[in-house]
């Protein structure tokens, strides 16, 4: 599979509940992040996870990092409506200071009211 | 807060013509890249640039895509003669404040939607 490969490909929940999203990818990695996208809109970063942690939290998000397995995991916790996007989880896939991200197909979240 | 900014929201042009998208990066990043989204398909890495020069391209930017850096804020992407293919989202991104901050993020514009007809 290629880098950064979210998975599902969709996700539908209600408000309230929590989402979780799963990523794995191929290469040795100083970060990962997951970025957010709403519905054809500009991409938003989300959170930024180093390969030496293994879970960082920011407000509603909670990410997981295992390095041995190669994967990553976005929680989403009490989700509202407004959460409605595509995340996806990206790295600098080149290794190099330039930064090229490489993004895979994203999961769609939907959450309903 | 300081954030990228992109002009036209939206671009029609005929096959074979030229357009120029343009972009504002923040201020004090160093780092600039563009990025392509053909709708429904996945967000596709165009260019980087760097220090003045492109530090690294993808095979999508052939000999009819440049990036110009003109005036020190604008950062330019110029498709010579576009082709229906061409129709897509573009992004730009900048990263890498010169107080070392925003070395790892990437922030993006809202895009410009080109409809090559």
């Known amino acids: 599979s290629q880098q950064g490969e979210e998975d599902p490909q969709a996700l539908s929940i209600q408000e309230g509940e929590n989402a979780t999203m799963n990523c794995s990818y191929k290469t040795s990695i100083n970060n990962l992040q997951w970025y957010r996208q709403n519905s054809g809109r500009g991409l938003v970063h989300l959170i930024l996870?180093?390969?030496?942690?293994r879970e960082k939290h920011s407000g509603r998000l909670r990410v997981t990092l295992d390095t041995s397995k190669k994967s990553s995991s976005l929680l989403i916790t009490a989700s509202r409506a407004a959460d409605t996007a595509s995340y996806f989880c990206v790295h600098n896939a080149g290794g190099t200071s330039y930064g090229k991200l490489t993004f895979g197909q994203g999961t769609i979240l939907t959450v309903h009211p | 807060e300081p954030e990228v900014t992109q002009t036209p929201s939206h671009q029609v042009t005929q096959m074979g013509q030229e357009v120029i998208l343009r972009c504002v990066p923040i201020?004090?990043?160093?780092?600039f890249y563009w990025y392509r989204q053909i709708l429904g398909q996945k967000v596709e890495f165009l260019v980087s640039?760097?220090?003045?020069?492109?530090?690294?391209k993808s095979e999508i930017f052939d000999d009819q895509f440049s990036v110009e850096r003109p005036d020190g804020s604008n950062f330019t992407l110029k498709i010579r003669s576009t082709k229906l293919e061409d129709s897509a989202m573009y992004f730009c991104?900048?990263?890498?404040?010169?107080?070392?901050?925003?070395?790892?993020?990437?922030?993006f514009g809202p895009g410009t939607r080109l409809t090559v007809l």
């Open positions: 201020s004090n990043h160093l780092y």
């Open positions: 991104a900048s990263k890498g404040g010169r107080d070392g901050s925003s070395y790892n993020e990437q922030f």
């Open positions: 640039f760097y220090n003045n020069e492109i530090s690294e």
């Open positions: 996870i180093r390969s030496n942690e």
